[in-house]
């Protein structure tokens, strides 16, 4: 790789402020391989607040900005600009801040659902197009390097023809209305800012991409029932989707925020005609391989026998720890690799080219838009739009 493409991006972050549930994952993931270097921000709502945190990571003064317009503004103005961006605001301001910074022709790492509407998510794709920039959208547990396995296993046939997928991410952070006493969890079942879902977009999102990771199959339609299993939410808490994919697979989804005791609640599975797989957020180094007719085998991170895509994202060699900051940090590796590649004009190393995109976006809300159709027609089977 040239000394070019190596340099530190130039980083900026809009939201993601002093106490946000997501913005530390962020910077933590930005700075590991140390491929970005944090220069600006907007960081929070309250302008103020967001200054003196700003300024506490170290970004001079006046480059943490009142609000992400100010932002554009100036660091367009300047011959060092940020050169990209995240945007880790709550959901119904995702398609309005990244489109801006699309336009002025900064990359992009968008927080997930990429919109809270799908032809606003539709335009921001148009967008991205038109101005030939990199969006990522921020499936953080598709970096997982087991993940990566799991479908290095089903690219190379190992599973054979995939029929079915069991994906869920089920936790019990709201089983009881928290919402009332603490505002990062009000937002999220307020459907002016989280959109018209809840436990679909805040976690069915992040289920669905790594089905679609894992076995390269687009979700086709969709027979939902959204249940609201604490009074008095606007919004789904429970949701439990039947799956069926364009490559032929079926399944289910279950995303939920209510079931009290699971404490992350991410896990996959998934089963072809020769064997299975199974994948746990919660022990994310192994990866199980259920041959239908052979030993079980465990893969380890790291390990033996993995294949590259697996492979290149390792830091440490098995047997040493690696989990959630370090999947986090694998996206924001690749996204360094992409933006310094569209920049530099040269071609993507195709083992750093699967992190999510904006079609995976896409996709999230397309599936939100199909549930939302198929429970309001009493379940039906709904194809995606
Ligand atoms: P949060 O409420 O904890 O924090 C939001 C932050 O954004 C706050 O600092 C707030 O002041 C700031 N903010 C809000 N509007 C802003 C604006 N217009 N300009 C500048 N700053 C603004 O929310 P959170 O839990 O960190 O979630 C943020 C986003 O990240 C959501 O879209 C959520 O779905 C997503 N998220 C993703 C993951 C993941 O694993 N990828 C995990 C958690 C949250």
Same mark, same amino acid.
């Given at each position: !790789? ?10 900026? *972050? ?14 933590? +993931?930005?700075?590991?391989?140390? &491929? ?31 609000? $992400? &317009? =100010? ?21 119904? =301001? ?18 997930? %659902? ?43 046939? +190992? #599973? ?6 069991? =994906? ?16 990062? *969890? ?15 977009? /805040?976690?069915? =999102? ?19 029932? #959204? ?26 989804? @279950? ?30 180094? &192994?990866?199980?391989?259920? %041959? ?16 590259? #895509? ?7 060699? !098995? ?7 370090? +999947?986090?940090?694998?996206? $924001?590796? /690749? ?19 699967? $992190? ?12 939100? /838009? ?9 379940? +039906? @089977?709904?194809?995606?739009?």
């Amino acid at each position: !790789m040239g000394e070019e493409s190596r340099r530190r991006l130039r980083f900026g *972050m809009v939201g993601g402020g002093r106490g946000s549930l997501i913005g530390d994952s962020h910077r933590i +993931a930005a700075r590991l391989d140390d &491929r970005y270097e944090l220069v600006a921000g907007a960081l929070d709502l309250d302008a103020e607040r967001g200054r003196a945190f700003g300024v506490e990571l170290g970004v001079e003064a006046a480059r943490c900005y009142p609000d $992400y &317009r =100010t932002m554009i503004a100036a660091e367009a103005a300047r011959p060092d600009g940020v050169e990209v961006v995240a945007v880790v605001t709550p959901n119904a =301001t995702h398609v309005e801040i990244a489109g801006a910074f699309v336009e002025a022709g900064v990359d992009v790492i968008c927080e997930k %659902p990429l919109a809270t509407d799908l032809a606003d998510a539709r335009r921001l794709a148009a967008l991205v197009e038109r101005h030939g920039v990199v969006c990522a959208v921020m499936y953080g547990y598709s970096g997982y390097p087991m993940v990566r396995q799991a479908r290095a296993l089903v690219e190379e046939g +190992a #599973l054979g023809t995939v029929n079915i997928v069991m =994906t869920e991410f089920a936790h019990g952070h709201m089983a009881v209305a928290g919402e009332r006493d603490n505002p990062a *969890m009000a937002w999220r079942v307020d459907p002016a800012v989280s959109g018209p879902s809840y436990a679909m977009a /805040d976690t069915g =999102t992040h289920a669905l991409h790594l089905a679609k990771y894992i076995t390269g199959q687009r979700l086709s339609a969709v027979a939902a029932e #959204l249940r609201h299993v604490v009074a008095g939410r606007p919004l789904e808490d429970d949701a439990h989707v039947l799956l069926r994919f364009d490559g032929g697979a079926g399944g289910s989804l @279950w995303a939920s925020a209510v079931a009290a005791g699971n404490r992350h609640g991410l896990r996959i599975r998934v089963y072809g005609d020769r064997a299975g797989l199974e994948w746990h957020q919660e022990a994310p180094e &192994r990866l199980t391989f259920l %041959p239908r007719d052979a030993p079980v085998q465990i893969f380890e991170q790291g390990g033996y026998g993995i294949a590259p #895509l697996a492979a290149r994202p390792a830091r440490v060699f !098995m047997g040493h720890p690696e989990g959630y900051f370090e +999947a986090f940090a694998n996206v $924001y590796r /690749d996204v360094a690799e992409a933006v310094a590649a569209r920049r530099a004009g040269t071609s993507l190393d195709p083992l750093a080219a699967t $992190y999510p995109g904006v079609a995976d976006g896409i996709a999230g809300v397309a599936m939100i /838009d199909a549930a939302l159709r198929s429970a309001a027609a009493g379940g +039906a @089977w709904t194809a995606l739009d």
